[in-house]
């Protein structure tokens, strides 16, 4: 514990066990983005993941929409410490768009349009952990939340789940992504609070 | 990166709402403008609130200023703007953030533009820049309410004044000063063509504020042809009913 705040005592607070260490609750929907909003046209909109061997494996929004889709109902949390719970979506799973996709890499580089970046290793984005959302509490995502299509990995740090997705660069290195490269932790387990580098 | 005990050694209104904390930080490492820290309160039974705060000074030594805007259903901003007082201590770590920065080895036309209280950030960059005596260019569009609203006037109005310094303009959205050659309003295409570096100069441009102000902002500045990679962004607050 560090050293006493004279005169503050805090919030009233009941220990909400859905809320990871350090974090607040919002029912706001706060955007966070380094740069201007990309707005991307359904028409020219593209997914591509690319394994460790170059093959690619390519949607459009009309190939990509046609998938069967997920209703996922789960709680986001930001680095900058807002926790917003039970956020509904509806996006297609990435079991479902690495189903023909053959790698054994153990990591991933994630590409947005705008020129935005994350890295996680692999296995963070299997077996019903992540999905590439398209539909925000009933509605198509907002350009400013990220849309047409964001991957969505709520059980990292928000900034993993990358807006105006459009592509996976599968590696067997692990390459930092945007804010990894500027101090921000490799991973980002909120339970963990590994919210910089060295924690 | 660890936590610091910082010692509060002045605190200054900057404006009904906002006041600046000015620290003793023994062995602080030094940060880039547009940097920001975490500040960690902790109440007697252990409970601890953390928000961060950007800088609003450049590098001088262990000496760190924030200033810091209250919300009214903030929790740590209100202790931070009414409670403390000279003496008491804070705990702090930082610097953090490697994208919203200026360094002084930047030698491009800057272009800052702030609504409210997201100035903190740019009045760091642009006392960054005088101390480096870096000769770019720097220009400010201030964005705010009414004229009681603008804070940290004294030091930029000082820049200001400087030879080849900060080209400073206000822009004030609800009221402006009796006399003021644009009547209040928010920032459009018009103002920005008036009041910053064209983009044939390729500046990179800082926008800080809060989101919908941002939001707007970095769309005219894309739509007005400047690269979407020289537009650096820093948003806080809510929404602002974006959906």
Same mark, same amino acid.
């Given at each position: 514990m560090g050293i006493i705040s004279r005169g503050f005592s805090g919030r009233r607070r009941e220990h909400d066990p859905n809320l990871p260490p350090g974090q607040y609750l919002t029912d706001d929907f706060p955007v966070l983005s380094a740069g201007p909003t990309p707005r991307v046209p359904l028409d020219e909109w593209q997914f591509t993941i690319t394994t460790e061997s170059g093959q690619q494996h390519d949607w459009n929004w009309a190939s990509f929409t046609a998938l069967p889709t997920e209703q996922i109902t789960v709680d986001l949390h930001c680095v900058t410490r807002w926790s917003k719970l039970g956020t509904a979506w509806e996006g297609v799973s990435l079991d479902t768009l690495f189903a023909d996709v053959e790698s054994a890499a153990d990591y991933a580089l994630v590409r947005s349009y705008g020129g935005y970046t994350t890295n996680l290793p692999v296995d963070d984005l299997l077996d019903g952990k992540a999905w590439v959302a398209f539909r925000y509490d009933g509605d198509d995502l907002a350009p400013a939340h990220g849309g047409p299509a964001r991957l969505l990995?709520?059980?990292?740090?928000? #900034?993993?789940?990358?807006? #105006?997705v459009r592509g996976i660069e599968l590696s067997d290195d692990d390459e930092p992504g945007f804010w990894e490269s500027a101090g921000y932790h490799n991973y980002g387990d909120p339970w963990r609070e590994q919210r910089y580098w060295g924690e | 990166m660890s936590w610091r005990v910082a010692t509060v050694v002045a605190l200054r209104d900057q404006s009904p709402t906002a006041r600046s904390i000015y620290l003793d930080v023994p062995g602080w490492p030094g940060h880039a403008a547009g940097q920001h820290v975490d500040v960690r309160l902790t109440a007697p039974d252990g409970y601890t609130a953390v928000r961060s705060y950007s800088i609003a000074?450049?590098?001088?030594?262990?000496g760190v200023e924030l200033t810091v805007e209250q919300l009214a259903d903030g929790e740590v901003s209100p202790y931070l703007g009414s409670e403390l007082v000279v003496g008491d201590l804070l705990e702090i770590r930082g610097p953090i953030g490697g994208w919203f920065v200026w360094r002084p080895d930047q030698r491009e036309p800057i272009q800052l533009i702030a609504g409210g209280s997201g100035v903190v950030p740019l009045l760091a960059i642009a006392r960054s820049h005088s101390a480096a005596g870096n000769q770019s260019p720097i220009r400010l569009l201030y964005s705010v309410r009414?004229?009681?609203?603008?804070?940290?006037s004294a030091e930029l109005e000082e820049l200001a004044r400087r030879d080849d310094g900060l080209i400073l303009t206000y822009a004030f959205t609800r009221s402006a000063p009796p006399g003021w050659n644009r009547p209040p309003g928010r920032v459009d295409a018009a103002l920005l063509a008036d009041s910053t570096w064209p983009t044939e100069l390729s500046p990179t441009c800082y926008v800080c504020g809060p989101t919908g102000f941002v939001e707007t902002v970095a769309d005219l500045l894309v739509g007005a042809g400047h690269d979407p990679a020289r537009v650096r962004t820093e948003r806080f607050g809510p929404t602002g009913g974006i959906r």
């Open positions: 990995v709520p059980h990292l740090y928000l #900034w993993k789940s990358a807006k #105006w | 000074s450049a590098v001088d030594g262990d009414e004229p009681t609203s603008v804070i940290h």
